[in-house]
């Protein structure tokens, strides 16, 4: 029998190379060019005797059926048995051919002609493609998952920063037109022509007015082109912008209630530009919509700034010369709003990862293949739950997901992913205390830059569900255009009710807002309805209560919270006991409770409450309600 060794296998920079983008594209597209490397390694140790144990992996491909929406599903790094002779630098060499595969065909496509106008361009791009990723591995003849990361603090690749002017995307690279704008030798219009003559060549989705790219990045947004000539697959060349995802529930409602309007909304914005840029952008309960009339892609297509008045009325979005057709528009869009409802502006990113996975794997060594096979199983059910909620997923690799949804339908998202991830590990290992997976979301205004979000969400992943409240638990947040607003925790096992799919969030916007007090008064009048008023009246005047770490008992809170409420009914004509209102308030209490798990994964309740718990049901009770009349296709 060959003897084999464990080997633990590392590629990067992982942040820097998908972290780095301005648009949901460029995140899907940079976690399918890490996947589909780290492949070539394993496929490596896979054809040469060796063994993949986490995660699995068995003459395995990346999906590229027209059937799916392929993602990356491989994480950056493994493990694997290896036999003794087998030398770990083939996994570097064969990664790096496919990588340098892609990059000469971009180059031969779309820069070896245009090379000559800039100055030194070859000589850029060569450098970048060469030297831009690292890999680390340890083999070892002992079973201990914490030596890659020991060896990862040996830190021995140490990107530089290059000189000229910079990369658009990638801050530390030089853009490959070669020129300085703040050059005298009159660069900056060189520099101008250069990138002039490239976006000819390439398409708009791949490179915008005013970007200069460098080569890594301009390799990652070609990537799609480039793969699907090569490889013969058929990857998406599209994927949704915010403004278009946060639309989404008001698209679905303009199809059932005003679709003549919407096709006549749709040949009016044809004369602008972007009239068909959301086209495949692979949210299926549209595509099954259009299946049904055809005519409906003209305007399912739109571009996300078309549903909003702010955004069509905004001269820099738009050509010159537009204003009297994007006025036209306005209106029609005013009177489509009347029969349905205002497009959300706000969008939800989703990141989910297991927890302490490389704990349970080193003390669970004896079942570690079927640990590693229920989260290939966990990975691979990943895209048919965003698919169900009208999102998308951008990566499905292990235990790890980051996905876009709707706001009205992220947090089911997540509570399915989590019952999923526990119930496949439950036959395993105790999947209530051990494998366990934290989750982060974040509901953010389409208009707020896309990099803050995602630096926001690993930060709320990491620092805030895991660290802070002890894992097992559902971090939110809100980010409006000034910045971050609200944020609030609980751990999964208190957010989730007795009914099935249903929460804390769920129960008690039933009683808050189901009709818009301002517009009906009569509303008010209900029994147990809980008004908008009297959340920011709470926030007010009981915050010296709120705070995180107060010693002010719970039970003479809950007595202040009952009397609070019914003075503000009182003042609205309605009489309640405090008898009757105990029960809302309570459930009013509960979300704004904080939990946090310890190692041994026992809850304590903290001292403190976070009103941010009741703010964000505020948030969504009027999108869950907008989402209940989506049309069901």
Same mark, same amino acid.
């Given at each position: 029998?060959?003897?084999?060794?464990?080997?633990?296998?590392?590629?990067?920079?992982?942040?820097?190379?998908?972290?780095?983008?301005?648009?949901?594209?460029?995140?899907?597209?940079?976690?399918?060019?890490?996947?589909?490397?780290?492949?070539?390694?394993?496929?490596?140790?896979?054809?040469?005797?060796?063994?993949?144990?986490?995660?699995?992996?068995?003459?395995?491909?990346?999906?590229?059926?027209?059937?799916?929406?392929?993602?990356?599903?491989?994480?950056?790094?493994?493990?694997?048995?290896?036999?003794?002779?087998?030398?770990?630098?083939?996994?570097?060499?064969?990664?790096?051919?496919?990588?340098?595969?892609?990059?000469?065909?971009?180059?031969?496509?779309?820069?070896?002609?245009?090379?000559?106008?800039?100055?030194?361009?070859?000589?850029?791009?060569?450098?970048?493609?060469?030297?831009?990723?690292?890999?680390?591995?340890?083999?070892?003849?002992?079973?201990?998952?914490?030596?890659?990361?020991?060896?990862?603090?040996?830190?021995?690749?140490?990107?530089?920063?290059?000189?000229?002017?910079?990369?658009?995307?990638?801050?530390?690279?030089?853009?490959?037109?070669?020129?300085?704008?703040?050059?005298?030798?009159?660069?900056?219009?060189?520099?101008?022509?250069?990138?002039?003559?490239?976006?000819?060549?390439?398409?708009?989705?791949?490179?915008?007015?005013?970007?200069?790219?460098?080569?890594?990045?301009?390799?990652?947004?070609?990537?799609?082109?480039?793969?699907?000539?090569?490889?013969?697959? /058929? =990857?998406?060349?599209?994927?949704?912008? *915010?403004?278009?995802?946060?639309?989404?529930?008001? +698209? !679905?409602?303009?199809? &059932? $209630?005003?679709?003549?309007?919407?096709?006549?909304?749709?040949?009016?914005?044809?004369?602008?530009?972007?009239?068909?840029?959301?086209?495949?952008?692979?949210?299926?309960?549209?595509?099954?919509?259009?299946?049904?009339?055809?005519?409906?892609?003209?305007?399912?297509?739109?571009?996300?700034?078309?549903?909003?008045?702010?955004?069509?009325?905004?001269? /820099? =979005?738009?050509?010159?010369?537009?204003? *009297?057709?994007?006025?036209?528009?306005?209106?029609? +869009? !005013?009177?489509?709003? &009347? $029969?349905?409802?205002?497009?959300?502006?706000?969008?939800?990113?989703?990141?989910?990862?297991?927890?302490?996975?490389?704990?349970?794997?080193?003390?669970?060594?004896?079942?570690?293949?079927?640990?590693?096979?229920?989260?290939?199983?966990?990975?691979?059910?990943?895209?048919?739950?965003?698919?169900?909620?009208?999102?998308?997923?951008?990566?499905?690799?292990?235990?790890?997901?980051?996905?876009?949804?709707?706001?009205?339908?992220?947090?089911?998202?997540?509570?399915?992913?989590?019952? &999923?991830?526990?119930?496949?590990?439950?036959?395993?290992?105790?999947?209530?205390?051990?494998?366990?997976?934290?989750?982060?979301?974040?509901?953010?205004?389409?208009?707020?830059?896309?990099?803050?979000?995602?630096?926001?969400?690993?930060?709320?992943?990491?620092?805030?569900?895991?660290?802070?409240?002890?894992?097992?638990?559902?971090?939110?947040?809100?980010?409006?255009?000034?910045?971050?607003?609200?944020?609030?925790?609980?751990?999964?096992?208190?957010?989730?009710?007795?009914?099935?799919?249903?929460?804390?969030?769920?129960?008690?916007?039933?009683?808050?807002?189901?009709?818009?007090?301002?517009?009906?008064?009569?509303?008010?009048?209900?029994?147990?309805?809980?008004?908008?008023?009297?959340?920011?009246?709470?926030?007010?005047?009981?915050?010296?209560?709120?705070?995180?770490?107060?010693?002010?008992?719970?039970?003479?809170?809950?007595?202040?919270?009952?009397?609070?409420?019914?003075?503000?009914?009182?003042?609205?004509?309605?009489?309640?006991?405090?008898?009757?209102?105990?029960?809302?308030?309570?459930?009013?209490?509960?979300?704004?409770?904080?939990?946090?798990?310890?190692?041994?994964?026992?809850?304590?309740?903290?001292?403190?409450?976070?009103?941010?718990?009741?703010?964000?049901?505020?948030?969504?009770?009027?999108?869950?309600?907008?989402?209940?009349?989506?049309?069901?296709?």
């Amino acid at each position: 029998m060959t003897e084999m060794r464990n080997f633990h296998f590392s590629l990067g920079p992982v942040q820097e190379f998908v972290g780095k983008a301005r648009r949901l594209r460029d995140y899907w597209t940079g976690s399918y060019v890490l996947s589909y490397l780290t492949e070539q390694a394993m496929k490596e140790i896979d054809e040469n005797g060796g063994q993949l144990i986490f995660p699995p992996y068995k003459n395995g491909n990346l999906p590229n059926s027209h059937n799916n929406l392929p993602i990356g599903h491989y994480p950056n790094r493994f493990q694997a048995k290896i036999p003794v002779d087998f030398e770990p630098t083939r996994c570097k060499k064969r990664l790096n051919a496919a990588w340098q595969k892609i990059a000469d065909f971009v180059w031969q496509e779309y820069i070896e002609e245009i090379a000559p106008l800039g100055k030194g361009t070859k000589e850029i791009w060569d450098r970048q493609v060469e030297n831009f990723w690292y890999v680390q591995w340890v083999v070892t003849n002992e079973e201990d998952e914490s030596l890659l990361d020991k060896r990862k603090n040996w830190r021995s690749h140490i990107p530089g920063v290059e000189l000229g002017d910079k990369c658009t995307l990638f801050g530390n690279l030089q853009e490959i037109s070669g020129y300085s704008r703040s050059s005298r030798k009159g660069e900056s219009k060189k520099q101008k022509d250069f990138w002039e003559k490239l976006h000819l060549k390439l398409a708009a989705l791949d490179l915008k007015e005013g970007e200069r790219l460098c080569a890594v990045a301009l390799i990652k947004r070609v990537f799609p082109r480039a793969y699907n000539i090569l490889e013969g697959t /058929n =990857l998406p060349l599209n994927f949704p912008s *915010t403004t278009y995802m946060s639309a989404i529930p008001w +698209l !679905k409602n303009v199809i &059932k $209630k005003a679709d003549k309007q919407a096709l006549d909304f749709a040949k009016v914005a044809k004369k602008l530009k972007g009239a068909g840029s959301e086209y495949h952008a692979g949210i299926k309960s549209l595509d099954r919509a259009t299946k049904k009339d055809f005519q409906l892609r003209n305007f399912l297509s739109l571009d996300g700034n078309f549903f909003y008045d702010h955004t069509l009325l905004n001269d /820099n =979005l738009w050509e010159k010369n537009t204003c *009297t057709i994007r006025e036209k528009l306005t209106a029609k +869009l !005013k009177a489509i709003n &009347k $029969k349905t409802f205002e497009a959300d502006t706000y969008y939800a990113l989703l990141s989910m990862d297991g927890d302490n996975m490389g704990a349970i794997l080193h003390e669970h060594s004896c079942v570690k293949e079927k640990i590693s096979q229920a989260i290939s199983d966990f990975s691979k059910s990943v895209p048919a739950v965003i698919e169900k909620n009208d999102g998308r997923t951008i990566y499905a690799g292990g235990e790890d997901v980051f996905a876009i949804l709707p706001v009205n339908t992220a947090i089911d998202a997540a509570v399915e992913l989590s019952k &999923k991830y526990t119930a496949l590990l439950a036959p395993i290992i105790d999947s209530e205390k051990k494998a366990t997976i934290s989750a982060a979301i974040i509901f953010a205004h389409h208009h707020t830059p896309l990099t803050q979000v995602y630096d926001e969400i690993q930060s709320l992943l990491d620092k805030v569900a895991k660290e802070k409240y002890g894992r097992s638990t559902l971090a939110i947040s809100t980010w409006n255009t000034g910045g971050k607003d609200l944020v609030w925790a609980m751990p999964w096992q208190k957010f989730l009710t007795v009914e099935e799919h249903e929460n804390l969030f769920k129960e008690l916007s039933s009683a808050m807002g189901q009709s818009d007090e301002r517009n009906n008064p009569a509303s008010q009048q209900r029994e147990g309805f809980i008004s908008h008023s009297f959340i920011y009246n709470i926030r007010r005047e009981l915050s010296l209560f709120l705070e995180e770490g107060s010693a002010f008992p719970e039970g003479k809170f809950l007595d202040l919270l009952t009397a609070e409420y019914v003075r503000s009914m009182s003042k609205k004509g309605r009489t309640l006991s405090n008898k009757e209102v105990l029960p809302l308030m309570k459930k009013l209490l509960e979300v704004c409770s904080i939990y946090y798990r310890n190692k041994e994964g026992t809850l304590i309740k903290q001292k403190g409450f976070n009103i941010d718990g009741a703010l964000l049901v505020k948030f969504l009770t009027g999108r869950w309600k907008h989402g209940c009349q989506d049309m069901a296709v």
